[in-house]
């Protein structure tokens, strides 16, 4: 307990929240419903990183970069344009615009809550279950729930070195027009957007990664179609490791990397650096709340309930150190609330409150083209594991709907349990990913067979007829049919899953 | 029975399946599992209306429409197509190229049948279960599919009139390069979807239906969007009745209509007739085969399992009068054939054989834009039957992923019963209609539960959030919470389906 000081507004609620982004909001939106006693916390200004630099203006950068590339596509079905011009000042005002919309509407929900709930300021731990925001106020909570987000990395020494040429996805949003040339470091799901997306709006990329093929694939059969699917029009150097920036002629930045045994160097005017993001804990004075650090800077705690040991602290969003992703942030704001506010009694021995959709299925995107994504279990994590499975399989090389749309390159991967004909998960690179992702991840979610899901219906000419051939294919492995189908437009026109 | 004649080959088969079209092969695949004691009869050649002038060409021409659009639009993305322009001898050529490789892999597959499964001519009834092809042969068989599909309906009036102008979508395909101008008649899904596309290629288009909204709409809420939504850049005019067709001066030809009490007339090119498609039995000589036509010009059947009356004739694909979609023709032809020789026996006296997927889900997609689909019962159905239920609604007009491809347009409404909680149908107009049906199909045809279907992950941001928008309206209307949710990119951005 603190003793009172002047000046300082003492609360005493029984949940406060500190950071108030994606995962902070739904944390106070859930607890929201059990307590009126809470309180949140946000030190720069409400505003997530979802709409500030994140999903949204990287979707937008995405949105105007595929139709660079459709104008550029549009004589292969008959529609004649000399060219593309893109006006990169204009690109990113429309990015800006609308980005500023969906962050004004964040703030818009955030300062509709009661003023009583929210405190502006830098919380930092003075105790246990106790925080302090600047000098302002000393907040005693039954639990916090700790939502500071993440930040990007960037090593010192390249800040040192180039920090004028270097950018981030927290800055590269602000950008008056697009550079003309960029190195982009990563090949992680940002990287593989940007890389991407940049290239397409005619901006000279080169693309270092220190991974041997981009976009996150894991699935040893799809790994070796990212690069020439990903890397048109872009100089790409896998394995690459960034030996030093450095500031070069003519206003730009020298990049020097290894790679496979041999230096190179580009030169360039920006670089992106989508290498990882970290937790934020500035500030937090975490020793006094009675938290470590560990090897890897994050704080240990309990998957499922958030929880930090047996303190009162749960952890919601990035700041967990998972897969900074929106919609598990969200969940893990509600989830952390529900279980922090869920039952009365003292903050050391809260009672494991009933955990709100228990199972989590992985579910991850990335929207390059084409797009790519990972649902539930991946082949390498069941391989490790020796779950009996087998892999389904649909080459879209031939796949109708995506042959009209000329977007016929990829393939669909569907691992299948032997045992209890459930899918386990999937993993494709193809088009529509993002929407076949949803009805896979839905069916590995409730656990569905492939038989139920052959049952269920599909139009035509659908890319999702590709679900089906997977799985089609992943049944007759089931019943001892070793060979394999030949990937054919026929099977969209003529097939519904038997015969195989 | 009949006596030999010469020259005439006679066969005795388990199944003689007359059509070799989608569902016709379809009914062979399936039959084969079964039997080899079977003849597939077929009078034009190979290759399915699917391929030949139904999905495939169609999808191909609104692909070719939508690069044009989206090459219009691209300003408002800060994107500039230099030198646009819609070359129509290209289009046609790169449909047609496309289309012909469809069809050729059809015709591939059938070929590979075993010569002996293939006859080639005009099949009509000799007896309940005797056919004669041309000719050449005469066929006994146990149980017969008709599977001989549909035409487009054009009255005679109209091609005796101006049957020059006259297209159907049989024939529209085969032009070498777009008309300058078009009148399109029906408001159907095959003239919405082209209506829209030869409008987008810079034809003019004339679109005339009988309908007061195009699309085929069926939710009272969701028609008034559909024109205007859908009738951009075209003369629309609803609730009109066609009284006359002539030749026109300078090669062109005048439509005279009725609409709303006044008369009105256009001059075009050309006229696309959709308004509907009927069943072919021609020379089929029914009535020795003991089958009439009712009063509709249908040969009336059980739904179920495709059999006419007692006699050994089941019905697959078109023919039988339903909506003309290739994945209900397949299921069709599959379910005719399974049921045709899943027992051997008498054939006035086939016992049930178990169906293949016994409920259909129905599922139907228009591909025009914004998409239109609807999946299970409709609301009219619903309402009619007086089931309880309540609709959730997503607006996509504020939908984040929605704004950011700058498709925020339309609604989603999703029927939930009262009593059981599950997904009954939904209907919508809007962005990535195709894909978020799938979903939902799948939903309604699984029996999912709002509370189960909220639980299941969705990805940030996608369209699929409008879906969980719908579902957690509907849950809040089945908690008493009868305030609507406003619509908002939040709902995307902080939003998990709970709070509502």
Same mark, same amino acid.
């Given at each position: 307990m603190t003793a009172a000081k002047p000046g300082l507004r003492h609360l005493d609620v029984d949940l406060a929240i500190v950071g108030a982004g994606s995962a902070g909001m739904a944390a106070y939106k859930a607890a929201a419903r059990h307590t009126s006693r809470l309180v949140v916390i946000e030190?720069?200004?409400?505003?997530?990183l979802c709409a500030r630099a994140g999903c949204m203006p990287s979707k937008l950068l995405i949105e105007a970069a595929s139709r660079a590339h459709a104008i550029r596509q549009a004589h292969r079905f008959g529609i004649q344009a000399v060219g593309a011009r893109v006006d990169g000042a204009a690109v990113m005002a429309r990015l800006r615009e609308l980005r500023d919309y969906f962050v004004d509407s964040v703030i818009r929900e955030a300062e509709?809550?009661?003023?009583?709930?929210r405190l502006t300021g830098r919380a930092r731990f003075i105790g246990p279950c106790e925080l302090q925001v600047d000098d302002h106020a000393i907040v005693k909570a039954r639990s916090i729930v700790l939502a500071t987000g993440s930040r990007a990395v960037v090593p010192d020494a390249w800040r040192e070195a180039i920090d004028g040429h270097l950018l981030t996805t927290d800055t590269l949003f602000e950008l008056p027009s697009l550079p003309r040339s960029i190195a982009v470091i990563g090949g992680g799901a940002i990287g593989t957007e940007m890389a991407q997306a940049l290239s397409r709006l005619g901006v000279r990329v080169v693309w270092l990664m220190r991974?041997?093929?981009? @976009? *996150?694939?894991?699935?040893p059969a799809l790994r070796p179609l990212a690069i020439p699917l990903l890397s048109e029009g872009i100089t790409l150097i896998t394995r690459a490791e960034v030996r030093s920036m450095a500031e070069a002629e003519g206003g730009q930045a020298r990049v020097e990397f290894d790679a496979n045994g041999e230096r190179g160097s580009a030169v360039v005017d920006k670089v992106l650096v989508c290498i990882g993001r970290q937790p934020v804990f500035d500030g937090l004075d975490l020793d006094k709340g009675g938290l470590t650090l560990n090897k890897e800077g994050l704080v240990d705690h309990e998957?499922?309930?958030?929880?930090?040991?047996?303190?009162c602290v749960f952890l919601a969003g990035d700041v967990s150190g998972a897969h900074p992703l929106l919609h598990e942030a969200v969940r893990d704001g509600r989830r952390a609330a529900t279980q922090a506010v869920a039952q009365p009694g003292p903050p050391h021995h809260l009672p494991e409150a009933?955990?709100? @959709? *228990?199972r989590r299925t992985a579910l991850r995107i990335v929207f390059c083209d084409p797009q790519i994504a990972a649902i539930g279990r991946g082949h390498e994590e069941l391989t490790r594991s020796h779950h009996p499975f087998v892999t389904g399989v649909a080459d879209f090389t031939d796949q109708g709907r995506s042959r009209i749309k000329d977007m016929n390159r990829g393939a669909l991967r569907v691992y299948v349990c032997?045992?209890?004909?459930?899918?386990l998960g999937a993993e494709m690179i193809g088009p529509c990913a993002e929407h076949l992702a949803h009805l896979l991840a839905w069916s590995v979610h409730q656990g569905q067979t492939i038989d139920t899901l052959l049952d269920c219906p599909i139009y035509h000419?659908?890319?999702?007829e590709a679900v089906r051939t997977a799985l089609g294919h992943a049944r007759a492995q089931l019943a001892g049919q070793a060979t394999m189908r030949p990937a054919s437009p026929l099977s969209a026109c003529a097939d519904m899953g038997i015969g195989l």
């Open positions: 030190s720069s200004g409400y505003g997530t509709a809550w009661p003023a009583a709930h991974e041997d093929a981009p @976009g *996150g694939l894991r699935d998957d499922r309930s958030t929880r930090v040991g047996e303190s009933p955990l709100e @959709g *228990g032997r045992d209890r004909r459930v899918v000419p659908v890319v999702e």
